[in-house]
């Protein structure tokens, strides 16, 4: 279609476009839908399977590992030469194995996520009112078609090109598309084309485009231009959703990934040079090639794989379930801030309360009169048997229904033909209708500002002057319901002789008639007190800030346990009092900001963040977007919320409920402890696994090999970690103080926790190693394998453990040849695959037993109430897999293991469920240091 619509007048459109202001019909709009296709602009193609694939391979430690694999493979062709016998060296079958496996789970886990934002994304999408069969309703944007008819208010994205057909003051910011950063007053009227025969974008004041937003008053527009075929269509050949960016534990984890790569390096090049001095025989190709061995398993010991994947699973399994409790996270941020929040500065109505206003008191002098002019001077439908729009003009609809007064029927009775929408910073609104031959205006909004607008008022069904005796009484009643916590709204009117030729305040909002007044109440909603407690106990102050009466903020905060006394409170005039630097030194004083207007909330926000304090901050309106942009902790309203604000927003409340926000709390801070718990598991494992190697290198034997590792990397550890993730939130998690936003990785003593379990593990994992290789000893001796002479010169050695290592002993056990045991040929082979096998299978226990101690950091893991299924489950799995590695014999060969006994698995069950009590026994002294 090339018709320029803002040329033409609103009827030439309809014709256009095979519409009208009736909208369309399911049907129609369904079939348009079809042909057009939805309206949304196009996306950047995702990247392929494959490029995600070579994505994952470009992590430093991964790198290490191809490399490592490399020089393995050369290491075994050499050795292959040499030997005279090429076989293509296990080593590097099993290294690449893992590196593609970890490369596939990668590119799995992030389609996975990948597929979880766009699902929470579809639960946030934006919707639009459109009138469909007749009747307004609420439809997604993406949904809309040509022909559709949107309204649209204060607070609306434009979903889509459209021409304005009705409209109230309406004024639109088009930024996004202009530049122009002052709102455009919008209206109906065709344009006139100038020389070119043209109007420029930004003059087009009949037309409303996607990507810009309305800012204030409201109108009624015909979509004339869907997804690509929009103004922002034309501009954007193609957009792409902005990438989510790493939270900040994920950065210091890359950060320390990095560290790690350096470290690896560092050692392996210490390791070579010490070899290099410490060898009698001087460099030779044999010891270079041992030397890179160690440099392999060193690389492969301490590089976490795992890592940066169970983080990310973690974080996406915890936002997801956060959805699922009615919290939408929109930044993977906000999942780490929350667990940091000591300020949660909430809005009252819909939030603390119900949102569902109801009047309970009226002082009027004609009931009949008053319910009609409270009803139409509102933008609330009834719809069906119930009413959509705005609480509070919702309430007054019900009021006068109650009143055996239909909306629907007092709009056919009283047009409306010009109105003032409602203004924040006017209290008011303002609606003028015909009534037969007559005009009637009618305004209300906040007592205090109508009553200074009136000249008259209504009593005994007579006008009289407002005299300063009228005007007290009403003043006090006004206080008298203010005083019950009732939100109070006055009523005016006028007659008038003509339609206003202005729709202004100005011109309309003067020589009032007061009509009355009438208390609406929104229930405090029952959950949000428990949740209040549960924030002192957490550490967390909550600030209510809301737009009614300091009277009736006082009571309803006390009601809530937010504040003791009324001191505690303060108003919007009284803080244009104060000044900056005052507030800062202030803020702690104040929890309860009445009478405010959004300007008000980026002050209490950054009073708040200048105080050092992690704050959160409520918002629906689209001038509450600066406070929510400001704030450490965005949160938008999924119901009230205006696309604008939800845009801006760290998270969303599917449930516009306070008590969600300390949900989300509590869960944020669950994931961020299991997160950590994840951490220090993973790198205890790791550190063991380098402290093992260094120290069997310099005492010159080979305890584990880099398959090894790999297996208690990427099979041992990861399920655990993952089940830790599972952890349910500890009992006193909210009676904890908000940790430190500042805090790094090991604060808290995990980085002292690290080093002695590591150190622990460690122990276990030599000790396994010298007690295999003794009974291994042992037992081919009995067995007459080993003789008589030989076994007195291994027992005369001043370190019996270490005898086997000795070159003497270990040249005469190498003499002595064995069949039937596997890839083992000499006696030393046997006895040090015994040891090695136990070694591997003590580090794997330890570590499986050792995740049953990181349920809890501190606490006796005995006195944990819940059970972690998963965890016990992944404990089981590991050890099963374990075993099978041992003892199934084409994976014993690969992993080059002996069958051990039945005895000598027992030492290594024992050996590792001794992590248990020795973890027990340290948290006890810590326990008892802490309390001291």
């Avoid at 014709?15 to 079809?34: C, D, H, I, N």
């Avoid at 204030?216 to 034309?234: D, L």
């Avoid at 570590?847 to 501190?858: D, I, L, P, T």
Wanted: charged share 20%.
């Amino acid at each position: 279609m090339n018709m320029k619509h803002y040329l033409h007048s609103a009827e030439e459109v309809f014709s256009e476009v095979k519409s009208s202001a009736a909208g369309l019909t399911e049907a129609e709009a369904q079939a348009r839908l079809e042909r057009d296709g939805k309206n949304k602009l196009n996306e950047a193609k995702k990247k392929s399977t494959l490029a995600r694939f070579m994505d994952q391979l470009k992590d430093p430690m991964i790198i290490i590992l191809i490399v490592a694999a490399v020089i393995s493979a050369v290491t075994g062709v050499i050795e292959g030469m040499q030997s005279g016998q090429m076989e293509f060296p296990t080593d590097v079958i099993i290294i690449l194995f893992v590196v593609v496996l970890n490369a596939v789970l990668g590119v799995v886990q992030e389609s996975k996520a990948e597929a979880a934002i766009e699902a929470l994304q579809e639960m946030a999408a934006a919707t639009s009112k459109v009138v469909r069969d007749g009747k307004l309703s609420h439809v997604k944007s993406e949904e809309l078609v040509v022909g559709d008819i949107i309204h649209l208010e204060a607070g609306d994205a434009i979903p889509a090109d459209a021409r304005i057909i009705e409209c109230a003051t309406m004024q639109v910011e088009e930024a996004s598309l202009t530049g122009e950063s002052v709102p455009v007053n919008k209206k109906v009227d065709a344009l006139t084309a100038g020389e070119n025969g043209d109007v420029p974008l930004g003059d087009r004041k009949n037309m409303v485009y996607m990507g810009s937003n309305v800012v204030y008053g409201r109108g009624v527009a015909v979509v004339t231009g869907t997804g690509m075929n929009t103004e922002m269509g034309k501009i954007a050949g193609a957009i792409e959703a902005a990438e989510e960016g790493q939270t900040p534990l994920q950065i210091k984890l890359a950060q320390l990934s990095k560290i790690l790569s350096f470290l690896v390096i560092g050692i392996c090049a210490f390791i070579f040079a010490f070899t290099l001095i410490t060898s009698e025989e001087g460099f030779s190709l044999t010891m270079a090639l041992d030397t890179f061995m160690v440099a392999i398993s060193l690389a492969v010991a301490a590089i976490p794989e795992g890592l940066a994947a169970v983080v990310t699973i973690l974080l996406s399994m915890g936002v997801t379930k956060m959805s699922k409790q009615n919290a939408i996270i929109r930044k993977l941020t906000a999942v780490e801030t929350l667990g940091c929040a000591q300020i949660i500065c909430s809005d009252k109505t819909g939030t603390l309360t119900q949102n569902k206003m109801t009047v309970v008191e009226t002082f009027c002098d004609n009931e009949e009169l008053f319910a009609t002019g409270m009803a139409l001077c509102t933008d609330a439908e009834v719809e069906g048997e119930g009413v959509i729009g705005e609480p509070t003009e919702a309430a007054l609809v019900y009021h006068a229904l109650k009143n055996n007064l239909n909306k629907n029927d007092l709009k056919a009775s009283y047009p409306r033909i010009a109105e003032v929408p409602f203004d924040s910073s006017r209290k008011m609104m303002t609606t003028v209708h015909t009534f037969g031959e007559s005009i009637y205006q009618f305004t209300k909004g906040a007592p205090d500002v109508v009553l200074g607008r009136c000249k008259t008022a209504v009593i005994g069904g007579k006008e009289v002057p407002m005299t300063d005796e009228v005007r007290a009484v009403i003043a006090a009643k006004n206080k008298e319901m203010a005083d019950k916590a009732l939100r109070v709204l006055a009523l005016s009117m006028k007659v008038l002789s003509a339609k206003p030729a202005e729709e202004t305040s100005e011109a309309l909002e003067n020589d009032l008639i007061f009509v009355g007044l009438c208390g609406m109440i929104d229930p405090v909603r029952p959950e949000v007190k428990l949740a209040i407690d549960e924030c002192k106990s957490a550490g967390i102050t909550a600030v209510m800030i809301t737009g009614d009466h300091k009277d009736t903020a006082v009571a309803i905060a006390k009601e809530l346990g937010i504040i003791q006394s009324a001191d505690e409170a303060i108003t919007g005039a009284e803080l244009d009092d104060i000044s900056d630097e005052q507030f800062k030194e202030k803020v702690k004083q104040y929890h309860v900001y009445a009478r405010v207007q959004p300007e008000h909330k980026v002050r209490i926000v950054n009073a708040w963040r200048e105080n050092g304090r992690v704050t959160a901050m409520t918002g629906d309106g689209v001038n509450d977007a600066p406070s929510i942009k400001s704030a450490d902790i965005g949160v938008g309203m999924g119901i009230t919320g205006t696309d604008v604000t939800k845009n801006v927003a760290d998270m969303v409340l599917a449930d516009d409920n306070f008590a969600t926000i300390v949900a989300a709390v509590a869960q944020g801070r669950r994931i961020y402890d299991n997160i950590r718990k994840a951490i220090q598991f993973l790198l205890s494992s790791n550190l063991s696994e380098v402290l093992s190697i260094f120290i069997a290198t310099m005492l010159g034997f080979t305890i584990l090999k880099p398959t090894h590792l790999l297996w208690i990397n990427l099979i041992t550890d990861t399920f655990p970690a993952l089940s830790l993730g599972m952890e349910k939130g500890e009992k006193d998690i909210m009676q904890r103080k908000p940790r430190s936003s500042k805090d790094g990785i090991f604060a808290g003593g995990l980085g002292i926790d690290v080093l002695y379990q590591g150190a622990m593990v460690t122990a276990l994992t030599l000790a396994a190693y010298f007690l295999g290789n003794l009974m291994s000893v042992n037992e081919l001796f009995a067995s007459g394998i080993i003789s008589a002479d030989l076994m007195m010169k291994i027992g005369e050695f001043p370190m019996t453990f270490l005898a086997v290592e000795s070159e003497g002993i270990r040249a005469a056990l190498e003499s002595v040849a064995v069949t039937g045991h596997g890839v083992y040929d000499n006696v030393y082979e046997l006895i040090h695959g015994n040891g090695m096998t136990m070694a591997f299978l003590t580090m794997s226990l330890s570590e499986v037993f050792h995740s049953f101690n990181m349920r809890s950091q501190r606490k006796s893991v005995f006195t944990l109430g819940n059970h972690n299924k998963w965890l016990f489950g992944a404990m089981a799995l590991t050890l099963i897999l374990t075993t099978a590695v041992i003892y199934i014999p084409f994976l014993a060969d690969a992993f080059e293991f002996t069958a051990i006994s039945l005895k000598e698995y027992g030492v290594c069950v024992a050996l590792g469920i001794s992590t248990v009590p020795v973890v027990e026994a340290v948290k006890a002294v810590q326990r008892a240091f802490r309390k001291k």
